[in-house]
């Protein structure tokens, strides 16, 4: 209980003794790695692991089509630079300036068959395409008693902080689509994780978002496989392991947890466990579950505290 | 002698010019005190008949629509360099070359009309009455900026200008309904609803013309259309690109946006129009933008130098206007320089004082979040950490 307070009180930056010399909007990425049985790796960023993911989307389905705005010449982050080129402008093609047309027409041509890969330019620009996100994407299947679904629409959008975003360039607005039952949600961390977790989502039988934290497009560099690969969805990966408390977190703040891990670890003595939660909907319940002293995110907390409302010391933040 | 007689007399026709004005046309300098010119004729949509090409300008209003555009085009250039020196982060949409859009369009609008415009909104922030100082010190971020510095590029604002709004097509509703309160506040107050080429692909443009047109809003959607979306050429994304017809049931008229005269003419009409409540009107001034799409653009990748050193060359709105002025004797080139002098002054000015001013305190970070709120805690970094809220000075729209 004593190291509860404690923790709480003062691990929490601003009122720590820790000495923290950088701002805080610095953070280091820390780069996964993989074994020798993957096979050849490549030195990748974050931004040609996705260029590489849709390549690999492309190449093996044939319905799979790319649109959005500026697509075409490669996208404002090179996420889709070469595709036209290599797979045709039928299949890499731009739109309009529209978000709501573009999910909309995203949901409608997964509906009649096509591996629809939309992108919005902007996560800050998702919005006026909530309506068809939430209202008619992820509703198709359930309202249609499984007639019809949009489950080959998957959604692509750079997301939260750069520094110099402010209002309507920096926003992550996971947590809104995380209460609608019906999407995924995927955050990567990392070029590995991404490639993967992309793939995944576009052969996904449900309708997904795939955010991109945009401050790791160019930051973040991994040795990623070449090969093709799939990664889990709705599986945390538990990164650091640790006793005395738990962190939840995803995309670019797994790595500034990384070094609150390490700060803790050196100037109190506190062994913290850091979890990446991957998938925001549906989560790892398994996972999350085991946890021992949690220090949580608030929409978590409910289901979490039916499961397990005595055994933990728990904060909603 | 016989000079100094003529000099004489000419002083006392010109103080009794009302009577004498018909032989007398000149003013003491020898320059004319208005001229008459002639417009590209307007293209109409809907309408029976339209603005008038042949304008009169007079050598006052020719004056300042030229300082006006002088001081726009400089006070861009100079945003242009405090962003390459970093002082300006963030994103910075430069309104070059646009010049006389907004100058022509606030030379017909009364006091009390308003304006609402999207993100390249620095000429428009300057012509509705900010200063030089208030648009550059709200680029750098400091207090003497007209939001204090909190606004930014795209969050400018003042009396009767609705701002600066940064989501694409965002602000076409919301002139709409800005129209609808002039209406219901009995001035015969209009709208001037502002986006660009990319924009009117929006559906939210549809819905509020659909609602202008229904309840014969006094709103004009004003498409500023300079040719490219960011990087996307306009026939690469409008299926029809004559965009004052896009109302389809809204009349609309095409206007060439680099002569100013031309849009203050079509301005003053489309005022009329909705003025008078015969509901809304659309206007297309076709524009030319010199630089990027914004400071992150080169603007180079999607079209050539060629293109735009031709139209500098050929269609610039200030040389344009300037040749138009010396031709007709309405002012001398010594003049224009002095002005050029003069505004140069200014914004190096300006931009001293953008450079040096004090940014608001950290104080701020918590104040006008909401108007009346219960609790004026405001959560910080940490749960318990808390935050003063407070509110700064009232509204302008309050």
């Known amino acids: ?36 049985s993957e096979g050849e790796t490549q030195r990748m960023n974050l931004f040609q692991a996705i260029n590489n993911s849709l390549d690999l989307a492309l190449s093996s389905d044939p319905t799979a089509i790319i649109f959005g705005e500026d ?16 797979h045709g402008k039928s299949r890499v093609f731009n739109t309009p300036l529209c978000e709501q047309g573009i999910a909309g027409f995203g949901i409608g041509a997964a509906t009649a068959g096509a591996t629809a890969i939309a992108e919005i330019q902007f996560a800050d620009y998702i919005l006026p395409a909530f309506d068809q996100i ?19 629409l998957t959604i692509r959008a750079p997301c939260s902080a750069v520094g110099h975003g402010a209002l309507y360039h920096s926003q992550s607005p996971e947590a809104f689509f995380a209460h609608c039952p019906g999407l995924k949600v995927v955050v990567p961390r990392g070029p590995i994780k991404a490639k993967g977790l992309l793939l995944s989502c576009i052969r996904d039988k449900n309708p997904c978002l795939f955010f991109e934290p945009k401050i790791l497009y160019r930051s973040a560099v991994e040795q990623v496989p070449v090969k093709e690969y799939t990664m889990p969805l709705s599986k945390a990966d538990i990164l650091v392991e640790g006793d005395d408390i738990t962190l939840v977190g995803w995309g670019t703040q797994v790595h500034v947890l990384r070094e609150v891990c390490q700060l803790a670890k050196d100037q109190l003595n506190v062994s913290c466990e850091l979890i990446d939660l991957v998938t925001i909907l ?3 319940k398994e996972t999350i579950a085991q946890v021992g002293n949690l220090n949580i995110m608030a929409f978590l907390s409910f289901s979490l505290l039916q499961k397990k409302f005595l055994k933990w010391e728990t904060l909603a933040i | 002698m016989f000079s100094v007689t003529l000099r004489c007399l000419g002083r006392q026709v010109h103080q009794q010019n009302k009577s004498l004005a018909p032989l007398f046309t000149y003013s003491k300098n020898g320059l004319n005190t208005e001229a008459t010119f002639d417009t590209k004729p307007f293209k109409l949509h809907k309408l029976e008949e339209g603005p008038a090409t042949t304008v009169t300008l007079s050598r006052q209003d020719a004056l300042k629509y030229y300082k006006d555009m002088q001081m726009i085009r400089r006070m861009e250039t100079a945003a242009g360099n405090l962003y390459k020196e970093k002082i300006i982060r963030g994103f910075c949409h430069l309104y070059s070359g646009q010049e006389a859009c907004c100058v022509g369009m606030r030379a017909s609008m009364r006091s009390y009309d308003a304006v609402i415009t999207a993100y390249r909104a620095h000429g428009w922030t300057y012509i509705m009455g900010v200063d030089a100082v208030g648009v550059l010190a709200e680029l750098t971020g400091r207090s003497t900026g007209c939001a204090r510095g909190k606004g930014g590029s795209m969050h400018m604002y003042v009396k009767n200008f609705y701002g600066g709004n940064g989501i694409v097509g965002a ?43 229904l309840w014969k809003l006094p709103v004009i959607f004003i498409c500023e259309n300079n040719g490219y979306g960011m990087g996307t050429s306009v026939d690469r994304a409008s299926a029809s690109t004559a965009y004052y017809t896009r109302g389809d049931y809204v009349p609309g008229i095409w206007v060439d946006g680099m002569d100013v005269l031309a849009v203050r003419e079509a301005t003053r009409f489309a005022i009329d129009h909705c003025a008078t409540g015969k509901g809304p009107m659309v206007m297309e001034v076709v524009t030319y933008r010199y630089s990027g799409h914004s400071m992150s653009d080169p603007g180079t990748s999607y079209r050539s130098r060629d293109e735009i050193q031709e139209v500098r060359q050929t269609r610039d709105p200030i040389t344009g206007f300037r040749e138009r002025m010396l ?26 004082r953008a450079k040096s001013d004090k940014e608001i305190g950290l104080d701020e970070l918590t104040a006008d979040i909401m108007s009346n709120p219960i609790d004026t805690r405001v959560r910080g970094v940490t749960a318990f950490d808390t935050l003063t809220h407070k509110r700064i000075g009232p509204a302008v729209n309050s």
């Not at chain 2, 509703?173 to 986006?195: M, R």
């Open chain 1, 1 to 36: 209980m004593a190291l509860r307070n404690f923790l709480t009180r003062n691990l929490l930056l601003n009122k720590c003794p820790l000495r923290i010399s950088q701002r805080l909007s610095h953070f280091t990425f820390v780069p996964d790695t993989v074994s020798a």
């Open chain 1, 71 to 86: 697509v075409a010449f490669g996208g404002v982050f090179r996420c889709t630079v070469g595709l036209q080129e290599k």
């Open chain 1, 134 to 152: 939430c209202n008619e994407a992820a509703k198709y299947r359930y309202r249609s008693g499984g007639l019809y679904d949009c489950g080959s």
């Open chain 1, 282 to 284: 549906p989560w790892d």
């Open chain 2, 171 to 213: 602000q076409q509703p919301l002139g709409a309904g800005i129209a609808l309160a002039l209406k219901y506040q009995g001035t015969d107050g209009v709208c001037l609803t502002l986006y660009g080429d990319g924009a009117a692909n929006q559906g939210q443009l549809y819905e509020a013309m659909n609602m202008a047109q």
């Open chain 2, 327 to 352: 031709s007709t004797d309405l002012a001398t080139a010594d003049e224009l320089k002095d002005i050029d002098q003069n505004v140069r002054q200014v914004i190096d000015d300006a931009v001293k």
